[in-house]
T-cell receptor, first 112, second 119 residues
């Protein structure tokens, strides 16, 4: 059974810092990996999707990498802002149409 | 365009009652997913639909849970004889996966969720 672990569980940093969130998964037979953010009381917003054949994806200040063979992904956030404060979730899928297996998330606080 | 919508946003019910939760996916999305997020727990996958068919129902927690989708669009998740442990936020997502097979067709877009409280 696939298990997804996210480290750290919580992180608080001053505004402007660059930071890295980590995600690991036990079964490397994945189809894709997605990073989401969840704001309190709201649904999930997709940030980046990396197909299993890809190494990284970038969107603005966000960069996600994937090392499928070692079962790891990282989300890099550059020049953090208070608006980046949220819970960040990593999720993997074994097939294109399968449900996602989520980690428990990293609760990120950016201090103004 | 409009995103995934869910109704109701909040539902409070008494133990033993039946509830229906509704999900309206993004127009044109053939794949639809239901998840549950319990307090202090991670997101748990329940079921997905490709068109009107649900190939895999093994994620449903018990036989009190059922889901259907009609016309390849709206889906309802029904919980019969609700229990207190059913209290959670139920999230719905949709994607184009299975239609184009192209990135970002696989991206799942989530609705705001239905918060269910069973007293």
């Amino acid at each position: 059974k696939q298990e997804v672990t996210q480290i750290p569980a919580a992180l608080s940093v001053p505004e402007g810092e660059n930071l890295v969130l980590n995600c690991s998964f036990t079964d490397s037979a994945i189809y894709n990996l997605q990073w989401f953010r969840q704001d309190p009381g709201k649904g999930l917003t997709s940030l980046l999707l990396i197909q299993s054949s890809q190494r990284e994806q970038t969107s603005g200040r966000l960069n996600a990498s994937l090392d499928k063979s070692s079962g790891r992904s990282t989300l890099y956030i550059a020049a953090s802002q208070p608006g980046d404060s949220a819970t960040y979730l990593c999720a993997v899928s074994p097939q294109a149409t399968d449900g996602l297996t989520f980690g428990k998330g990293t609760h990120l606080i950016i201090q103004p | 365009g409009a995103g995934v919508s869910q109704s109701p946003s909040n539902k409070v019910t008494e133990k033993g009652k039946d509830v229906e939760l509704r999900c309206d996916p993004i127009s044109g999305h053939t794949a639809l997913y239901w998840y549950r997020q319990s307090l202090g727990q991670g997101l748990e996958f329940l079921i997905y639909f490709q068109g009107n068919s649900a190939p895999d129902k093994s994620g449903l927690p018990s036989d009190r849970f059922s889901a259907e989708r009609t016309g390849g669009s709206v889906s309802t998740l029904t919980i019969q004889r609700t229990q207190q442990e059913d209290s959670a936020v139920y999230l719905c997502a949709s994607s184009q996966a299975g239609t184009s097979g192209l990135t970002p067709g696989d991206t799942q877009y989530f609705g705001p969720g239905t918060r269910l409280t069973v007293l």
